[in-house]
């Protein structure tokens, strides 16, 4: 395949890494750990993986050089840097032991149950380095939970002499990984299971996990255009821009946007549930921007809507619950898909069916028909823009008829999402992503298993950043799935007591009213530090103290 100029000058890149991860290391135990949630449910269901400490590695010869194999898998959705957590696990494994291999699942978890791999040599490393995508051995979503599924995957392992398993995913995923781990110790099988913080949502974040890897790079990516095209909404003066926005159900990708643009308009669904507003309300706060713009004779602007907003409106958040309920008996899981939409009308209790019948056919029917593997809504496929657009507008023709609204309203529509989630690694993303691989190598050589790669204090320098493992059980609660609850681990949702949503709050209405957009224009991967090596807006007022 033919190479563009970027990607022939950014593979001789090397990532940075923190100091502590540089030479020998030894790991440094902190107190044994609690999950958030549920404290004695999720340690009957991880007896051999629960309450171990939090650990950190500091330079020392405490964790031996080894001869030893390693398996990978890429799992969910792509986010840019996954190719250097593998290379960073390559370049890890291979300067514990020249000998050591590296194999990569292919195409998700399925790979590993399936028996399909590939051994990732140098030259096929080196083809991939700093680049962005999954495509080195593809991902999927495919979930790991049943006891076959554990059994055919220790027979590849085995034939493979693999000693560790580093799983690269988000919170499903990873909750996986540590129901995975604790199977293999619990049987004294022999193998280790690792994983990796990924997902461009930004939603796998506690505590511990500062951000998730892709997140830097994706928001950087949705910002160069919603930035793009409020320059060319202000020069044509005549468009109203509806961006949805990915992220699933967390609004973190929308409000980072939004700080760094500065749009007219950014809705963040857990605001919406906790006061309680209905779509009405929402149509009606866009509608009176719209007017209040129009009053100065600007009839244009930018809304930016996070993909997940339609589950949090408290209305469509209730049928959502009563439809996965309704949906995950055998008897719904029976019914065919043409007469599925009928069987959830008859089983629905009144109000609910309200609500459902209230929406255009086609949300009805994507929130009654369509669910991920893992029981989630699949909220990309849902056009929340154009619902919100089409409501706007009729509520403005409504206000044209009361006298209050003069102007002109011609909506674009866009959703933002695969267009980020394979870009070029940001020199954030390429320095963090080979860092967490690199680390995950170290915590394989000290013995770890059902720990999640971890790198800390990420606003300093890489070279100060902290470098170590958290027990997957201490992120775990108890939630709702497909009708019964599980150990999960809790997704983090924006805190609307943060600081990133909070300076939101602060600025929105002058952002609203007056025309206060920001270009930040393309990642750069070259050039001033405060133009290349910024962190996310998110992350910095997180971290001011
Ligand atoms: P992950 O949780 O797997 O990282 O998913 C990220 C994501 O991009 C979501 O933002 C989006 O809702 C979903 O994947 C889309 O899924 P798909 O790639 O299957 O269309």
Redesign the pocket.
């Known amino acids: 395949m033919q190479k563009s100029s970027l990607q022939i000058a950014r593979a001789s890149y090397q990532p940075k890494l923190p100091e502590a991860l540089k030479g020998t290391v030894s790991v440094k135990e902190g107190e044994a750990t609690r999950s958030v949630g549920d404290q004695a449910e999720i340690k009957a269901l991880f007896p051999n993986t629960y309450g171990m400490p939090v650990v950190e590695f500091v330079p020392g010869t405490g964790v031996a050089e080894g001869r030893f194999n390693v398996g990978v898998i890429l799992s969910?959705?792509q986010?840019p840097g996954g190719h250097n957590v593998i290379s960073g696990l390559f370049d890890g494994i291979r300067a514990l032991n020249p000998a050591n291999k590296l194999y990569g699942f292919l195409m998700g978890p399925g790979g590993l149950v399936d028996h399909k791999y590939i051994e990732l040599t140098d030259s096929i490393i080196d083809d991939y380095r700093n680049t962005g995508g999954f495509d080195i051995i593809g991902s999927g979503?495919t979930k790991l939970e049943e006891t076959d599924q554990f059994e055919s995957g220790i027979k590849i392992l085995r034939q493979l002499d693999i000693k560790a398993l580093v799983i690269i995913?988000?919170?499903?995923?990873n909750t996986n990984a540590c129901v995975l781990a604790e199977y293999y110790q619990a049987k004294g099988y022999g193998v280790q299971v690792i994983g990796c913080p990924?997902?461009?949502?930004g939603d796998l974040k506690n505590a511990q996990i500062e951000t998730s890897f892709g997140f830097d790079t994706a928001t950087k990516t949705y910002s160069e255009l919603i930035g793009n095209i409020e320059r060319d909404c202000n020069s044509s003066r005549k468009y109203w821009h509806f961006i949805k926005l990915?992220?699933?159900s967390a609004s973190h990708i929308a409000l980072e946007c939004a700080l760094q643009t500065h749009p007219n308009i950014c809705l963040i669904s857990e605001e919406i549930e906790a006061e309680d507003r209905s779509l009405d309300d929402i149509v009606s706060y866009i509608a009176g921007v719209v007017a209040a713009r129009a009053a100065e004779g600007n009839n244009f602007g930018t809304v930016l809507i996070p993909?997940g907003l339609i589950e949090f409106v408290p209305a469509i958040k209730r049928l959502i619950s009563e439809l996965n309920d309704i949906l995950a008996t055998d008897e719904a899981r029976a019914v065919s898909r043409e007469n599925q939409i009928e069987y959830v009308r008859t089983h629905m209790s009144k109000e609910n069916l309200a609500t459902f019948n209230s929406l255009p056919a086609g949300v009805a029917s994507q929130l009654a028909l369509d669910r991920?593997p893992h029981g989630n809504v699949?909220?990309?496929l849902i056009e929340t823009e154009k619902l919100l657009s089409h409501m706007v507008g009729e509520k403005l023709a409504a206000m044209k008829k009361a006298g209050q609204y003069v102007g002109k309203f011609t909506p674009m529509h866009h959703f933002f999402?695969y267009e980020g989630?394979c870009a070029a690694p940001s020199n954030f993303d390429a320095d963090y992503c080979y860092s967490l691989g690199y680390n995950a190598s170290r915590l394989i050589a000290a013995g770890k298993t059902g720990y999640m790669s971890v790198i800390r204090g990420t606003t300093a320098p890489a070279s100060e950043w902290i470098a170590g493992g958290v027990p997957i059980t201490m992120m775990m609660n108890l939630e709702k799935r497909s009708g019964k609850m599980k150990p999960v681990i809790r997704k983090a949702l924006v805190e609307l007591d943060g600081a990133p949503f909070k300076y939101y709050k602060a600025h929105r209405d002058e952002w609203a009213i007056k025309t206060c957009f920001v270009f930040p224009g393309a990642i750069q991967y070259w050039g001033p530090s405060e133009v290349c090596d910024q962190t996310t807006v998110t992350l910095q007022l997180e971290q001011k103290k």
């Not at 995913?169 to 995923?173: Q, T």
């Not at 990924?198 to 949502?201: A, L, R, S």
């Open positions: 969910g959705g986010a979503r995913g988000g919170d499903d995923s990924k997902t461009i949502d990915m992220g699933r993909e991920d699949q909220v990309s999402g989630r």
